[in-house]
Every structure is written in C-alpha cells, then in structure tokens.
C-alpha cells in the first residue's frame, strides 16, 4: 500500500496528464478533427476572397463555347421534351472556398470552408471550374472535407463522350488519372472527352471529367487511358457543390469512399 | 522598479509554471495541426508539403526518454489520423519516429544542434512515408480491405516521390519547430531546477 502511495505521488499527475493527452487525441481522431476544422476555417475567414467570376470567363473564347453549349442545350432539352423524356431538374449549386489542403500525402483531400449550415452534406458532388472534382465524405458545422477524384481511392464510372465506350477511372494524384475500359478493343483516341457514365452511382452522369492524354490498348487485363483531368485540381480556390442523392447512400453504404461503378 | 508580469508568472510557483508549461505545448501542437492544410508559396514542392507533426515530434523527443518519445508519437498520430483518413494509421510511424529520435544517441556524432535535427528530421521523414507505404502494401498483400486499389508498383513510384520532397521539406522547415520550442523548454528545465 505504501509503495503504491509513493509511486502515485511521484507518477500519478504525470500519468494522469498522460491518460488525458491520450483520451484528447482519441476523441479528435473519432470526430474526424471536426473541433480543429471549426477552428482552421475561423482562423483562415479573413483570407478567404470574394469568388472572381470575371477572371474566370475573362476569356472571349470560353464565352464563345458557353454561349453555344446553351443554344446546344435548350435545343437538348427541347427534343427531350418533345420525347417525352422525364429529366432530372438542374440544380442549383452553392458555391464554396477552399480553405485547406490534404493533411497528408497519401490522401487528395480539399477542406471547405462551408458545412451543413450551409446545406451542405455528405455525398454532395463538388465541381470546379473545368469539371468534376470530387465528392464530400465529411462535414462539420462551417468546413466540409472533399475526396478529390484525384485520389486513388475514388472511383469514378465514366464514358468516352464521342464514342461512348465506358470504363472506371482511378485517381492517380496531381492530375491524372488513369481509365480502365469495360471491352477489350475500345474506339479512343488522343484529346478525346471523358465525363461520368450513368452507371456511375455516386456522381450524376453527363459531368465533364478531363481528356485522354495517352492510350495504351495492349495493357492486360483492361486497355488503358491516361487522363488529363480538366479542372485546375492543384490550385482550386473556388468550388460549387451541388446536391445529389446517390444510389449507393440510399443503402446504407459500408465504405463511403469507394465508388463502384 | 521593474515589473515585468511575465516574469512573475515563471516565479510565481511550480504549479503555475507547469500549467504554462502544457499551454505553450499543447498550443504549439494546435499550431502544428492548424499548419497541415495550408500550403504557402515556398511551402509546397509537387503538391507536397512540410510533415509539421513529424517535426514536433522530433522536436520533442530529441532529448527526452523512449517513453515520452512514443507517448508524443501515439498522440499526434491519432490527431493526423483525425485530420485525413485512419487506415492506414499514422500511429505506427510517428511512435516510431519517436522512440528512434529519442534513442538516437546524438552528442556521440554530431555537434550542431541546428544541422542535426535537419538530418535526423530527413531520415525519419523517409522512414514514416515507408511505413505508410508498407502498410499501403501489406492491406494490398492481405486483399481484405476495400480501399486496397493501389497496386504495388504505384505505391512504389508513390513512395519515391513524396519521400523524398516530404524530406527536404521537413527538414528545411524543421528550425522552425524546434529552435522556438527548444529554447522555451530548456528555459523551463533551468527553472525547474532548485
């Protein structure tokens, strides 16, 4: 008893200190850093700029091309109503900054400084300017976390826009990412559009998603594309996320983070 | 007379000066994890940056025991895990990290604090993208997770690159940490003693 005594007064307040440090750390790892998030996006506020949009479509050409891709779509949705096609309404998007990078080198994970307060919520898709970019897979009160479709991990269902063979991508960090074709002698070639395929159950179909870089037709077990994904991933600032109901939420998902498409 | 109240709170009293102790630490830790996300220009090489809770914890367990070096370690491995993904874990790398640091018998081989901890901090950087990168291997080895996706050619090539620009980041960043929390420490290891 005595030596107890005398091993807790010379270790008890160090272990103690040690057990708190301890159960602090667990705590934050099982919320996912949600305090420390709060905190990040309170502290980078002041430096968080209004959205640019001028700078964005300084370009004439791209008003150009936009002008057209409206004429293409109310022509688009036009003959769809006269099909008698029942089309998903488009929504509108909240726009949001990107307050943060990946923590670690292994993940391609963006912060946003919006949350649930905001309307925003796991499973949301996020677009940039240029195209997909990811999908949310956690979100606090004011910050949300992206996995990026840049990161290994997020697999994407998509479709050659011209030729309309499909294939999963895998994220291959930086900009790249790497296309398994489905058949075994697929129609692509070199600048060719890649965007989600509607067998994609975590992302809408018909989102752009980058160009084909290289093609190698010969790899096994698949052909292979390399792709160049279209929206500026290394230096996003600005962000809009739209809602988006995926097929896999609906049944309860065991891991969140893989899209199998 | 002079009355300067800083002063005063470090010879106020033992109680005190620990609690002030664990303020500055544990804030200093907080600053480590509020750095993580950003990306500064001259902070950043291929989208890569500076492994700040690496260099906190060698920072910490340069002259501290295996024990405390691996406590520091299991601590801010949860708190990374936190902060990105928890599988797989940046526990075993960071303990690691710390028990090695600690072990490291210094004063033996090299004389300048400063360079040293630059080369301690490159070594260990290389070592914790390792284990992540063994650990990356092993759940694609073991087949039974489904975010084993990478194959081992990527994770490889993978390795190569953030290792190396990890390193040097961290180990040009490293004075940063260590020079401000080194000086405040051996401060209060002064104070301490009667």
């Known amino acids: 008893m005595y030596t107890l005594r005398r091993w807790w007064d010379r270790y008890g307040i160090r272990m103690l200190l040690v057990g708190v440090t301890l159960s602090t750390a667990w705590v934050v790892r099982e919320t996912q850093g949600a305090a420390i998030l709060e905190v990040y996006q309170g502290m980078t506020r002041p430096f968080q700029g209004a959205p640019n949009p001028e700078e964005q479509i ?43 990078r990946s923590a670690d080198h292994w993940w391609q994970q963006v912060t946003l400084g919006r949350g649930s307060k905001d309307g925003l919520q796991v499973g949301h898709v996020v677009a940039g300017p240029g195209g997909l970019v990811g999908r949310i897979t956690s979100v606090t009160s004011r910050t949300s976390r992206v996995l990026l479709i840049s990161d290994p991990t997020s697999r994407v269902g998509v479709v050659v826009s011209r030729s309309r063979y499909t294939g999963y991508m895998r994220g291959q960090a930086a900009n790249r990412a790497v296309l398994e074709f489905f058949d075994k002698v697929p129609d692509v070639r070199r600048g060719d559009v890649i965007s989600t395929s509607t067998f994609s159950q975590l992302f809408p179909a018909g989102m752009p998603v980058g160009r084909v870089e290289s093609v190698n037709l010969n790899k096994s077990p698949a052909p292979e594309a390399v792709i160049e994904l279209s929206s500026p991933i290394s230096y996003l600032e600005w962000v809009i996320v739209y809602p988006h109901q995926s097929a896999a939420a609906q049944s309860a998902p065991a891991n969140p983070e893989v899209d199998v498409p | ?75 801010l491995g949860l708190l990374q895990d936190g902060m990105t993904a928890p599988h797989p874990t940046h526990v075993l790398s960071l303990v690691l990290v710390g028990v090695l640091t600690a072990r490291l018998q210094k004063q033996r081989y090299i004389e300048e604090d400063f360079i040293s901890v630059a080369l301690i901090v490159f070594g260990m950087a290389v070592l914790a993208e390792t284990v992540v990168a063994i650990q990356f291997s092993l759940q694609k080895l073991d087949g039974s997770s489904v975010q084993a996706v990478r194959t081992l050619a990527e994770i490889w090539t993978y390795h190569q690159r953030t290792a190396l620009s990890s390193a040097i980041l961290s180990s040009l960043w490293a004075p940063v940490i260590y020079f401000p929390l080194n000086r405040w420490w051996e401060r209060m290891g002064l104070l301490e003693q009667p």
């Open chain 2, 1 to 75: 007379m002079r009355n300067d109240p800083f002063k005063n709170l470090l010879k106020s009293s033992a109680y005190n000066r620990s609690l002030l102790n664990w303020a500055v630490t544990v804030a200093s830790v907080l600053l480590c994890l509020l750095a993580l996300p950003l990306r500064f220009p001259g902070m950043e090489l291929a989208g890569i940056g500076p492994n700040w809770l690496l260099i906190w914890v060698v920072a910490w367990s340069v002259k501290r025991t295996v024990f405390q070096g691996a406590i520091a370690g299991l601590v």
């Open chain 1, 58 to 100: 300084a370009n004439a050409r791209v008003l150009e091309l936009q002008q057209r891709l409206v004429e293409l779509e109310s022509q688009n949705q036009k003959l769809q109503d006269l099909l008698g096609y029942a089309s998903a309404s488009s929504q509108k998007g909240i726009a949001a900054p990107v307050i943060g």
